[in-house]
C-alpha cells in the first residue's frame, strides 16, 4: 500500500485572524488539489472555525495543534477531540516538542491523547524527537524508541493503521538548522522498524513518518527525495503562501 504523503503546516501560536484568511486565499491560488498529496494547516485554536470557512472546497484540510486527553468535563482552557471533530478537523498534532518542554506532557499523555483522537476519528500526527542533550550523548534512538513505544502501548491495535508519526529533532525546530535528508532518513527508518517490532510490517509499511525543523524551500525537496520520508510538518515557512506554496511544489 502507498503511503500517503502530507506536508502540514504548524502555524503555532502565530497569525490573526486577517493575515490567516489572506495567508490562505492566496494559498489557494497558488496551488490546485492533486491526488497524491494532502496538505493540511493547523492554525491555533481561535482560527480554526474560521479557517474551516477559509478551507472551503480548497481540497486542504484542517489541524489542530492540541487537545485534551480527557473527554470533556472541568478542565478550564482545554480543548476536547470531539470539539475538534464538530468543528472540522481532519488532523490533529499531538506530542509536539514544544507541548512536552513547556507544558508537561509525556510519553504516557501523548500516547492518551493519540487514542482520544483515534476515537474520534481525528488523525493524530504524533511528534517525537531528540533534544541536542541527547543527540550528543548518543541517546536519540533510546529516547525516539520510547516515545513510539508509548503511543502503541496506550493505542487500540485496529486503529494502528490511522497513526501518522512527524520526527521532529528538538536541536532543528525554529533554529535554521535542519537534519540533513540522509540524518533523517536514518531516524525514518529507526522508527519503522520500531513500529515493525511493535505493530507489524502491514502497519510500518502503511505509517507515514513526516520530517519536521526548519524545513524550507530549499531542503523540501532533497528531504521528500528520501525513500522513508513521508511528508513534511512545516512550522515557519507555513505563515506565508508563497514559501508554503513553494515547498509543496517541490513534492514531485
Ligand atoms: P520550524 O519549521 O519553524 O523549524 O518548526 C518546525 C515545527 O516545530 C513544526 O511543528
Redesign the pocket.
Given at each position: 500500500m502507498a503511503r500517503k504523503t502530507i506536508i502540514a503546516g504548524?502555524w503555532k501560536m502565530n497569525l490573526l485572524p486577517v493575515e490567516g484568511e489572506e495567508m490562505v486565499a492566496e494559498l489557494k491560488e497558488r496551488i490546485a488539489p492533486r491526488e497524491n498529496l494532502e496538505v493540511v494547516i493547523c492554525p491555533q485554536m481561535a482560527l480554526v472555525p474560521l479557517a474551516l470557512d477559509w478551507l472551503y472546497d480548497s481540497g486542504i484540510q484542517l489541524g489542530a495543534q492540541n487537545c485534551a486527553e480527557k473527554l470533556a468535563g472541568a478542565y478550564t482552557g482545554e480543548t476536547s477531540a470531539e470539539l475538534l471533530k464538530v468543528l472540522g478537523c481532519h488532523y490533529c498534532l499531538v506530542g509536539?516538542s514544544e507541548r512536552r518542554s513547556l507544558y508537561g506532557e509525556t510519553d504516557e499523555s501523548v500516547g492518551g491523547k493519540t487514542q482520544t483522537l483515534l476515537n474520534m476519528s481525528i488523525i493524530p500526527i504524533v511528534?517525537v524527537g531528540e533534544t541536542l542533550e541527547q543527540r550528543e550523548s548518543g541517546a536519540h534512538f533510546d529516547t525516539i524508541g520510547a516515545q513510539v513505544t508509548a503511543v502503541f502501548n496506550k493505542v487500540d491495535p485496529e486503529a494502528w493503521t490511522r497513526l501518522v508519526f512527524a520526527y521532529?529533532p528538538v536541536w532543528?525546530?525554529?533554529t535554521g538548522k535542519t537534519a540533513t535528508p540522509a540524518q533523517a532518513n536514518e531516524i525514518h527508518r529507526f522508527i519503522r522498524e520500531r513500529i515493525k517490532e511493535l505493530a507489524g510490517e502491514i502497519v510500518a509499511n502503511a505509517t507515514s513518518i513526516l520530517y519536521?525543523?526548519?524545513?524550507n524551500a530549499s531542503n523540501a525537496a532533497d528531504l521528500l527525495g528520501k525513500s522513508e520520508i513521508d511528508g513534511l510538518?512545516?512550522?515557519?515557512?507555513s505563515l506565508k503562501a508563497m514559501d508554503f506554496s513553494q515547498i509543496i511544489a517541490s513534492f514531485k
Open positions: 504548524n509536539h511528534c521532529e532543528a525546530i525554529g519536521g525543523g526548519s524545513a510538518l512545516v512550522g515557519g515557512a
